[in-house]
Each structure stands twice: as C-alpha cells, then as structure tokens.
C-alpha cells in the first residue's frame, strides 16, 4: 500500500445489507382503529347503574310520590319552624319578631299536618268534637283499605312525624342546660303542636285498622263462612288486631 494512497480508499465497502422490514412483524393488511390512553381518566362513578340507583335520593323520592307538592310543603314548614328558631340570634335581637315568625311557621305546619298532608299523604284525618252535652271526642277518618297509600308517602309521612319531634324535644333541652330560658316557651308550644300531630294520626292510624278487622271478621273473611265457625274466626281476628295495635 502506497503511502501517497488515502486511508479511506483503501477500506473495501461492506457488502450492500437487505433493507430491514418496515411495520409489524406479522401483521395483516387490515387496518385497526386508533387507540388514544389519557392519562388520568376514570370511568363515571356517579352514573346510576340500575333503577333502584337512579330513583335513589330526594329528586328521585318525589318522582316516585304520588303527591310531590303535599310532601314538599310538610317538610317545607317543619324544617323552616327550626331553621328559623337556631337562626334567628344571628340574623336579629328582635325576640318578638323571631317568636312570631316561628310561631307563624309552626301554626301553619300544624294545620297543614293535620288538614292537607294527613289526609293526602296516608289518608288519615281527626279532629276533636263536642256535643250537645258538652262532652268532647275524638273522631277520625281514614281513606278505603282498598286504595292504599303511596309507599313512599306514607313513610315520609311518618318519618316526619316522628323525627321532628324529636328534634324539638332536644332543643329544649339544649335550652334548658344553657338557661336560655326566654326561648323555652316558643320549644313548649312546638312540642305540643308536634306531639299532638303524632299522637292523632297514631289513633287515627290503630282506629282505621282496628275498623278494617272488624269489617272482615264480620264478613266471615270474605270466604261464606258463617255459624260458630264464622264467629270463631271472627272473635280471633278481633282479639288479635286489638292486641297488636292497642
């Protein structure tokens, strides 16, 4: 090798390589759709699954009540009667104008319990009546076994009777261990509005079914039963029911 000769010259080419295959090794000419990963990305967890989901929650209670507006307007003026009675110290020290607007609100979910929600929600209704002799009673009315209540309004029903006073009780007792006394008549008077509610559709409630026994065991259970047989059974029906529900 001539040292006049360059270096490169003398180094041979490599032998020409075949060219490397392009694409997927394997692959088929069918064309497949595009796969785009976001990271950070999960599914809804919030979207209802089945029915018993997508009903749950109060939007979905009153869809399924019968009479929406009756159950808005009984747990409107119950839950405004308290909201108002533990807001009012931060919104006024007017204490005659606080007693009145919770005294209003409680007048008005008395009566509304008792007149609309009653008898709309689970068909009940009483009412305290006296006669010519000066005596007073109860009376009360309730709607035809064969049509029942809505399911869910009935237990809304009842869960509002039962619950708010409840609350009310234990109001007053965070007034009397505080000695806010000025407010311990306002609680009294919501207490006894409440507990007069509960108390009545309680017996309205054991009346229409004490009434409901009666009418089948004198019909004999519907079946002809009649004679001893149908008076038996008859005498079970009532001794049973009285028991249950006082």
Request: glycine content about 8%; hydrophobic content about 45%.
């Amino acid at each position: 090798m001539s040292s006049h000769t360059p270096l490169l010259q003398t180094i041979e080419p490599d032998e020409p390589s075949a060219p490397l295959p392009s694409g997927n090794i394997g692959s088929t000419n069918k064309s497949k759709p595009n796969v785009a990963f976001i990271p950070n990305t999960r599914p809804s967890e919030t979207m209802a699954t089945n029915e018993v989901d997508a009903e749950s929650g109060i939007a979905g209670i009153f869809r399924q009540s019968a009479h929406p507006a009756a159950l808005f307007c009984l747990y409107l003026f119950r839950i405004s009667a308290i909201t108002v009675y533990v807001l009012c110290g931060l919104f006024t020290n007017d204490y005659v104008l606080s007693t009145v607007a919770v005294v209003i609100l409680l007048a008005m979910d008395f009566w509304n319990c008792r007149n609309v929600a009653g008898r709309t929600l689970v068909g009940l209704r009483f009412w305290n009546q006296v006669d010519d002799d000066g005596e007073s009673y109860w009376v009360f009315e309730s709607r035809d076994p064969s049509r029942p209540a809505n399911p869910i309004d009935s237990k809304m029903f009842w869960i509002a009777l039962y619950v708010f006073p409840a609350c009310w009780l234990l109001l007053f007792i965070v007034s009397i261990l505080r000695f806010n006394l000025s407010f311990v008549p306002i609680v009294v008077l919501a207490l006894v509005f409440n507990v007069t509610n509960a108390v009545g559709f309680t017996y309205a409630d054991r009346d229409a079914k004490q009434r409901w026994a009666n009418s089948v065991a004198s019909s004999g259970w519907g079946m002809g039963i009649g004679g001893v047989g149908g008076q038996i059974l008859g005498g079970v029906v009532k001794n049973s029911v009285g028991r249950l529900f006082g």
